[in-house]
């Protein structure tokens, strides 16, 4: 993984950790202990299902860069189909607190895609690669655009 590939993960991954973590303690005075399991498991889920998205997002744009805009689409609808799913699936558990979980999933969710927003607009990636055959012959590249 590249660098700014795993900078981006932790930018993201940190924030929605910590939200992970105020929902647990709020959860646990809330709802007890299976109120704090709940938030915990829904954090883990939360940081594992956007972490794998996030890394099957990268390798797209590597490999096949014409398909990034419409994989990210389909990849966030996707994760909050599956996140739904989860919710749907532990609705009447015994486990931990539903609640709690379900709460702790959206939050997770919303400070994961805020933090890995904030942290893609703030990185400093090359949109374009530079030709680096042009300047090591000592060739001037060629003039585009109106001459005046």
């Known amino acids: 993984m590249p660098s700014h590939d795993a900078r981006m993960l932790a930018q993201a991954a940190v924030p929605t950790a910590a939200v992970g973590v105020i929902a647990a303690v709020v959860s646990g005075v809330v709802a007890g202990g299976k109120g704090a399991v709940g938030a915990v498991v829904a954090t883990v889920i939360v940081i594992l299902f956007m972490g794998i998205g996030l890394y099957v997002l990268q390798r797209t744009a590597a490999s096949l860069p014409h398909l990034f805009q419409a994989m990210g689409l389909m990849l966030y609808a996707a994760q909050l189909l599956l996140l739904f799913v989860f919710v749907a699936a532990f609705k009447h558990t015994a486990l931990f607190n539903p609640k709690a979980f379900a709460f702790t999933l959206v939050a997770g969710t919303l400070t994961w895609i805020a933090a890995q927003t904030r942290a893609h607009m703030n990185a400093k990636i090359l949109y374009v ?10 060739d001037k590249p060629e003039k585009s655009g109106h001459s005046s």
């Open 129 to 138: 690669e530079p030709d680096s055959t042009a300047s090591s012959k000592g």
